[in-house]
Each structure stands twice: as C-alpha cells, then as structure tokens.
C-alpha cells in the first residue's frame, strides 16, 4: 500500500464528514440534545441545546473510506470489531440519555459487559497472530512475556483507553483534536512496523476527527457523544494492540492518561480521606475550567500537550 493511499483515506473521510455534517446536525438537533452531567461546571450549562451523538459521523466515514479504497485484511477485521463494538456500547448510552434526557446512561458495569469482551478478542488475536504472542515490548530493553497474564492485560489496556477518551471529550473540540493528534501519529508507527492497513484506518480515523473539528470546534454545532469518544478509544487501543505496541500509545495518548488517572486519583483520595479531593474537579480539563482557564486555552493546550505525547512517541519508535 502506498503512502499516497494512506493519504488519501484521510482526506476522504475528512471530506464525507464535511459533506454529511450539514444534513446531519439538524437531524441529530431535533433528535437528540446533549444532557449536561450535575458534576460539570456551572458554564457547560450553554451546552445544553447542542445537539449529541455526532460520532455516527466519524464512524460511517472510516467504514465508507475503508470500503472504498477496499482496505481490508484479518487485522484490520479485529481493529474494526473494537471500533463498532465499543461505538455501539456507546450508542446504546447516548439512546439511553436522550430517552430520559439526563446525563444517566449505561451503568458501569454495562459498559464493562461490552468492553470486556472485545478487550479478550483483540488480545487473544495479538496473541495467536501477530506474531509477538503474549510479549510486551519495551523500548529499549527489549521483549517480556507475559504467558496468559496478556489477556487480562489487554482487557485492562482496551477498557482505560476507552474510558480515557470518553473522559477526555468533555471540552468543544478536545476529544477530537487530540484523538487526531494520536491517530496521525499512529499513522507513523504502523507503518514503521509493518501494518499499512493499520496505517490506512489510522489515517481515515485522522481525517474523520479533523473534519468533524469543523463543527465541533468552539462553540460547538454537534458533540460527537459516547458513540463517538468510545469508538475512537476503542479503535486506538486495538490498533496498539495488535501491533505490539502498547507502552507507545502510553505515550502518544498522554492527554488521555492524564484525563483517567486524574479520576481515579480524584476517587481514590476521596474515599481514603472521607471526602477531600486533590483536584478541584475531574477528569482534568474540569480541574483547569475551575482555576479560571478559558474553554479554548484548555483545549489548546491539551492540544499541545498531545502533540509533545505524539511526537515523544514517535522517537521511542522511529
């Protein structure tokens, strides 16, 4: 596959967004409005008219671009049932809160019975045919197996950066831009190893983020929901999983360590101290909204730090 292919499926996705976007905000406004959690600060309250479950979007360009260009390969296959199977538990969610129109959708350990699953199908895959087998690359050092620890590894990998790009996009155009930043780096380090079909989705999966920045950008005309964020952390986890590097997107998906371990953090310390809290808010970017940062300065600096994350990331591998 050449490098003007991968190129291309990121401009094509990027272009079906731009040109679905228009027909489909409005649909998604008469059909299902963003309900604001009780937690979020009190200025997200403006958010409430703005129309969710933009996700559908970016989801329906990476497939319409893969089946186009006829990108395809049994790899690919199992990075596409992380994509859809964690879309659809967000689907599900974002269905469940427009029904009841409060920020109340699948419970926890609903959205584990989804994720869980998949996390034991992409690692057992990377178990029994990348070729690596149960090893865990570390950069550097060298190879460590983990024997059938790697599938309770990969289930706990797939569910945090899942989770961790849900948390994320809580600000006009975080999740998106920083999942774009991740995906074109991605792009880089599939190829380096040997997976232009990984390549090629993470391209499409880059230029689907970046033309649905050109609505989700502050302030905002859609939100991109549950169905969006879990299928993006979904599709990033599986593709650093099958190819063997998941200490790497650690580092390219910075902002998204950050987000989720600042909740844990946050839950953690809560419990232990019977109620005192190290942030003043989470995930993260709520922290910085409560300090006084203005909404597009967080972002841009969650950007930044991505970039620093992906181009980290890229050393380690290149």
């Not at 989470?282 to 922290?287: E, G």
């Amino acid at each position: 596959m050449t490098i003007e292919r991968i190129a291309l499926a990121a401009t094509l996705s990027a272009v079906v967004v731009l040109a679905v976007g228009p027909l489909a905000i409005p649909w998604l406004r008469a059909f299902a409005r963003q309900p604001i959690s009780e937690d979020a600060p009190p200025r997200h309250r403006e958010k409430a008219d703005v129309p969710t479950m933009g996700g559908v979007l970016m989801i329906a360009a990476v497939v319409v671009t893969l089946l186009a260009l006829w990108i395809g390969s049994r790899t690919l296959g199992i990075v596409f049932v992380a994509f859809l199977g964690c879309g659809a538990a967000g689907l599900v969610d974002d269905l469940l809160k427009a029904r009841r129109g409060r920020n109340l959708g699948l419970r926890a350990r609903e959205k584990l019975a989804f994720q869980i699953p998949i996390g034991l199908a992409i690692g057992y895959y990377a178990m029994e045919f990348t070729g690596l087998g149960s090893a865990l690359v570390l950069p550097w050092i060298g190879e460590v197996r983990l024997g059938w620890l790697y599938l309770p590894f990969a289930v706990l990998f797939m569910v945090g950066f899942t989770n961790g790009v849900n948390l994320t996009d809580g600000l006009d155009g975080l999740g998106a831009g920083t999942v774009a930043i991740a995906a074109v780096a991605y792009t880089g380090v599939a190829l380096h190893v040997g997976r232009a079909d990984v390549a090629a989705f993470a391209a499409a999966l880059a230029g689907a983020c970046l033309g649905f920045l050109w609505y989700n950008a502050h302030p905002a005309q859609v939100i991109m929901g549950d169905v969006g964020s879990q299928a993006l952390g979904g599709a990033l986890a599986a593709m650093a999983i099958v190819t063997k590097t998941e200490l790497t997107l650690l580092v390219i998906g910075i902002v998204f360590v950050l987000e989720a371990a600042s909740v844990v953090l946050q839950v953690a310390y809560f419990r232990a101290t019977g109620g005192r809290r190290i942030f003043r808010s989470s995930p993260l970017h709520h922290h910085f909204e409560l300090a006084g940062w203005a909404e597009t300065q967080i972002v841009t600096r969650f950007w930044l730090v991505g970039s620093l994350g992906a181009l980290a990331g890229l050393t380690v591998v290149l």
